[in-house]
């Protein structure tokens, strides 16, 4: 089974300023799936990512990974942790060291964890990993950075991140800075990944084009709290929050003069800006609003297993 990655009801504050509030939400478990985490810039994406890390820590709340704390965890439940959650990084060229050829980031944490005997072992492998992501070893090795593209050093960052076979993967905008020729070849890796390998990800994006084409289960940021969360499929063709609807009627209509199918009747105001809850709407769909007594509240966390339940469960029938 896999390891199962929380963050449990979080916050981060930076000088008084608060990031994110009162954030849950998983990564991984029983049944590996497609999470998008949506928001327009300053929404606190990449805040909750390097928290997920491990490189920030929450003001409040806390980062479990496999049942144990982050903040808790020994050396060697540590270097598991850092083996087993991966990160691809946003910049493909800022990710690599330019003084070091290519061979230098995908022999590192081979040797770092152990994980080949000799050296020849480790090229064997490297140009395998290398191979499931569509590049020639022949044509990538022993060249600098800045001697391959942008798009060929985004998918050497994948396979550094699958040399070490992990349980997770925590994407931060990975195809924002390579053509738009590109970012097919890159989200059909990253979805054949979860469909091949089991592998979970998380898929931090302010576009909800390429969320739409990959996720099983869609969470909206805005102002450091979630707005919505549900199966990709109900949030994107019924948005029941405010801000949701927003962020999809941003995305220009395919038919210029055919605006998008959705329901005029709600009223086009933002998220409000006290602390919301999460209510459910229906079994795999949850969507914030001010607390309300008497009801009870769920976490994005529940909602991603719900659905990730439901796929599985209709892959066995």
């Known amino acids: 089974m896999n390891k199962l990655l929380e963050v449990r009801a979080a916050s981060v504050s930076f000088s008084g300023k608060q990031a994110l509030a009162n954030v849950s939400l998983a990564a991984g478990g029983a049944h590996p799936a497609i ?13 909750l990512l390097r928290m997920l890390l491990g490189f920030q820590h929450p003001t409040s709340g806390e980062v479990i990974y496999d049942g144990q704390p982050l903040t808790r965890m020994d050396g060697a439940a540590q270097k598991r942790f850092r083996r087993e959650v991966q990160a691809i990084f946003q910049d493909p060229f800022d990710a690599f060291n330019p003084f070091y050829k290519i061979d230098h980031p995908l022999l590192a944490p081979l040797k770092a964890f152990g994980l080949s005997a000799s050296r020849d072992q480790s090229y064997d492998r490297i140009e395998k990993t290398l191979r499931s992501v569509g590049l020639n070893p022949a044509q990538t ?7 391959i593209s942008g798009g060929q050093r985004q998918r050497v960052m994948i396979a550094r991140a699958l040399l070490l076979e992990p349980q997770i993967i925590l994407a931060d905008e990975p195809v924002s800075m390579v053509d738009a020729s590109l970012r097919s070849t890159i989200l059909e890796i990253l979805y054949e990944l979860n469909r091949s390998r089991g ?28 707005m919505e969360v549900g199966a990709t499929e109900e949030v ?5 929050h405010p801000y949701t609807r927003s962020l999809i ?3 220009p209509s395919p038919d210029p003069d055919t605006p998008w199918n959705l329901n005029q009747a709600r009223p086009p105001v933002l998220a409000p800006r006290d602390q919301v809850l999460l209510y459910p709407t229906g079994p795999h769909r949850a969507v914030a609003a001010p607390a309300r007594a008497g009801e009870i509240a769920v976490t994005a966390a529940q909602i991603q297993l719900a659905v990730s339940q439901a796929k599985a469960d209709a892959v066995v029938a």
């Not at 999470?35 to 805040?47: F, Q």
């Open 35 to 47: 999470t998008a985490v949506v928001g327009e810039s300053g929404s606190g994406k990449t805040t």
């Open 141 to 147: 090795l022993g060249k600098y950075p800045h001697q």
């Open 199 to 226: 592998i979970s990800l998380i898929y931090v994006t302010h576009d909800l084009t390429t969320a739409y084409q990959v996720a099983d289960s869609i969470v909206v940021l805005h102002g450091g709290q979630i």
């Open 236 to 240: 994107i063709h019924d948005p029941a």
């Open 249 to 251: 009627e941003a995305v």
